[in-house]
């Protein structure tokens, strides 16, 4: 037998469902604005890349972490894409010609401009589905289970850039959504190797992961 419910109470019960309602929408809408959105990566076909030696392994696992580099070239004065696309081909060149691997040692590459290219063929493919990596070349023991990142530059004594700092933050956290890594597993080079890189952008890695804590919501 049913037992019809007091008014007060009906009400009630109406108000709570739509403040529940109201929560939960909410929690969506800021979620939603939470979202990163995907930053421009120019793709080794858009800046002229050689075709790897032999082909990459691709590791069918996540990532874990993000290792930051420097590349210990000379602080250019040129912020254009045409010298990010240069330096992309000049950084192969080094990995191939010189360290005798078989494509660019990094993951992905971002320019003294802010511009951010693929480093090795198929990281870019990895990052978007985000469910795979390709195996890397950038630091001894952690080539299958980190993304690594080269930031054009020497930072042993100067800040980069505002629009190449800029950039990495939008990537890292872009990275971060893609692979459900936590910003707390950011790393610079020298936590895995006796190495000055990526210099003073190392003493600028808790900042990088608030900063991008803070844009992943």
Not at 115 to 126: A, F, I, K, N, P
Request: glycine share 10%; proline share 6%.
């Amino acid at each position: 037998m049913s037992v019809p419910l007091p008014r007060r109470s009906v009400l009630r019960g109406a108000v709570l469902l739509g403040a529940g309602a109201l929560t939960q929408a909410g929690g969506a809408a800021r979620a939603a604005a939470a979202r990163v959105d995907q930053p421009t990566i120019a793709n080794c076909a858009t800046w002229g890349a050689r075709p790897p030696s032999s082909p990459v392994s691709v590791v069918s696992s996540r990532p874990n972490k993000i290792i930051i580099h420097h590349t210990a070239f000379p602080n250019t004065t040129d912020y254009s894409l045409a010298q990010a696309y240069r330096n992309s081909r000049d950084i192969q060149d080094l990995h191939m010609d010189s360290n005798g691997w078989l494509d660019s040692g990094q993951h992905f590459t971002n320019s003294r401009g802010g511009h951010l290219t693929e480093g090795r063929h198929g990281s870019l493919y990895g990052l978007l589905h985000g469910q795979s990596m390709v195996q890397g070349a950038h630091c001894v023991g952690q080539n299958s289970q980190a993304i690594g990142i080269e930031n054009d530059g020497i930072y042993v004594d100067v800040q980069p850039p505002q629009a190449l700092w800029d950039s990495l933050v939008w990537f890292c956290a872009f990275t971060c959504q893609q692979y459900g890594i936590a910003p707390t597993e950011i790393y610079g080079h020298r936590d895995f190797a006796s190495t000055q890189c990526p210099g003073l952008l190392h003493d600028r890695l808790p900042e990088l992961r608030r900063t991008v804590a803070t844009r992943l919501g």
